[in-house]
Structure formats: structure tokens, C-alpha cells
């Protein structure tokens, strides 16, 4: 897989578990009537990330 490819993989992955953030914490917004921030999204996201994902996020 070369580097181009690698990062459209990443992007997708991290479009693909931004928009289950999104569907989540709207859930939980709708149940609870709590009010929730973007960066409620962005941290979301970052928690269920698995370790040693960062490293991806690295230039080579």
C-alpha cells in the first residue's frame, strides 16, 4: 500500500468513527436533553481509538 493510499485509509477510517461519534453523542443528546459540544465528538473519537493509532497519524 503506498503512502497516498495509506492516508485515504486513514482519512476514511476517521470519517467512518467521526460519524458514528456523531450518531452516539446525537443519541444521547435527544434522550437526555443535555446539550453537547463538538468537541464532545472530537474526544469521542480520540478515546475509542486503538492503541498505537496514533503512530499512523505521524508523516513518514
Known sequence: ???TQSYEALACDLVSRT??????IS???T??????KIDNVFDTVEL??????RRH????
Do not use: F, N, S
Request: proline fraction near 7%.
Open 31 to 36: 434522550d437526555t436533553g443535555v446539550t453537547l
Open 1 to 3: 500500500m503506498g503512502v
Open 19 to 24: 460519524a458514528d461519534a456523531i450518531a452516539r
Open 48 to 53: 475509542a481509538l486503538p492503541l498505537g493509532y
Open 57 to 60: 497519524l505521524q508523516a513518514p
Open 27 to 29: 443519541h444521547v443528546a
